[in-house]
């Protein structure tokens, strides 16, 4: 079975420049969330999202803002592009329901840079 | 709010020889933990979790990691390590309830297995 994809998996952009990255869950999996993993650090939770609604968001400003899709895919955007968006982007999915022992799976990341 | 700290940002050690990976939280309600391992230009794996029941737990690959509700510890264990379980390793917590399932990481601890 595939796991969690992303695309793109790099990406280089401009400062004030927006993005848009992609998640596909796994097949059956109807909850994503959304990391930013920068450089060193740990993974800092930017959002999450079941059947299609916003269920938890992380200490984030609103230039970052994200959505999922019937499909259960999720795209996540950040606008007005800083030099500290630089980071790996973790897309995770679960199966999502009421069970909060759900468990995530990770897909690769995309990286961002920001010159 | 949770808060995980890693005590050690960087473990070496020689290959057969064992390991201990040090993981402490902070948390005013009880919490879920987890261990997951990244490897170079890979996404989160998950390697082990403890939900509820027995206090140690083990992964398919000889890794073991023991609650410890009193000193609020999730130390990672391995009795005899490879070249390839070189990688950062990270140690999370969710909160029980918490159905946002919005996991806290810690900052991450570099294994480096020596020939």
């Known amino acids: 079975d595939a796991g969690v994809t992303q695309s793109p998996t790099h990406l280089i952009k401009t400062r004030g420049q927006h993005v848009t990255l992609r998640c596909s869950p796994i097949?059956?999996?109807?909850?994503v969330s959304w990391y930013q993993q920068v450089l060193g650090q740990g993974p800092q939770f930017i959002f999450q999202?079941?059947?299609?609604?916003?269920?938890g968001r992380g200490n984030f400003p609103d230039r970052f803002s994200a959505r999922q899709f019937p499909n259960y895919s999720s795209e996540l955007n950040v606008n007005a592009l800083l030099l500290g968006d630089s980071a790996l982007y973790l897309c995770?999915?679960?199966?999502?329901?009421?069970?909060?022992?759900?468990?995530?799976?990770f897909g690769p990341g995309t990286r961002l840079t920001v010159l | 709010a949770q808060s995980v700290t890693q005590l050690d940002s960087q473990v070496p050690v020689f290959e057969e020889a064992p390991v201990e990976l040090r993981c402490n939280y902070s948390?005013?309600?009880?919490?879920?933990l987890f261990w997951y391992v990244q490897y170079p230009n890979q996404g989160l794996q998950l390697l082990l979790k403890?939900?509820?029941?027995?206090?140690l737990v083990e992964s398919i690959n000889g890794f073991e990691a023991e609650f410890n509700k009193s000193q609020t510890s999730f130390h990672l264990r391995k009795p005899s390590v490879h070249i390839s379980d070189t990688a950062e390793y990270f140690c999370?917590?969710?909160?029980?309830?918490?159905?946002?399932?919005?996991?806290?990481f810690g900052p991450g601890t570099r294994l480096s297995v020596l020939p």
């Open positions: 995770a999915s679960s199966l999502g329901g009421l069970a909060d022992t759900d468990t995530q799976y």
């Open positions: 948390s005013s309600v009880s919490v879920y």
């Open positions: 403890y939900l509820s029941g027995s206090t």
């Open positions: 097949s059956g999996h109807k909850s």
């Open positions: 999370a917590v969710s909160r029980v309830g918490n159905y946002g399932q919005n996991f806290v």
């Open positions: 999202y079941y059947e299609k609604e916003e269920r």
